[in-house]
């Protein structure tokens, strides 16, 4: 006898990745762009452009308070959080853990999904830097330097 699956409750904080394509998809979608909060960690490398409506929050000026602060009001209002830096491989994870870990301790039954976008923004930056509806201020030559190759 097979057993019936059924998917299991969203009761707790979620840490997990999100890919550009999805993001993307979330962001073009007006009833769905208002349920998702982005938050760029990168400093001096932002001023190659950033996702549109972003918050830009270097990695440097997260303290226990501001995640604190941040966490209070950001789990009331959208449901799904999105971290990233240039390719998501230090700042943006280490960042999302930081915030994760303070959302599981002080509010364990939200509901609400802290992600990480995989390949950073230059990842979705190559993809999509022709929508002005998800990409704002891109700089194909700072682009370029930022991550270290031509790709126009």
Request: net charge negative; hydrophobic share 40%.
């Amino acid at each position: 006898m097979a057993a019936n699956w059924t998917e299991p409750d969203k009761t707790s904080p979620s840490l997990g990745y999100i890919q550009p394509e999805e993001l993307h998809a979330l962001l073009i979608d007006p009833e769905n762009r208002k349920n998702v909060y982005i938050i760029d960690v990168r400093d001096n490398d932002i001023h190659c452009g950033h996702i549109r409506g972003s918050a830009n929050i270097p990695l440097l000026n997260f303290t226990p308070e501001l995640i604190a602060t941040m966490a209070k009001g950001l789990i009331k209002t959208h449901k799904k959080i999105v971290f990233h830096c240039m390719m998501s491989q230090a700042r943006g994870p280490k960042a999302a853990n930081q915030f994760f870990r303070h959302v599981l301790s002080v509010y364990p039954d939200s509901a609400v999904e802290i992600l990480i976008l995989s390949g950073g923004f230059s990842r979705f930056g190559m993809m999509f830097h022709e929508d002005s509806r998800v990409v704002t201020g891109f700089d194909a030559e700072t682009f370029e330097q930022d991550i270290g190759f031509s790709s126009f």
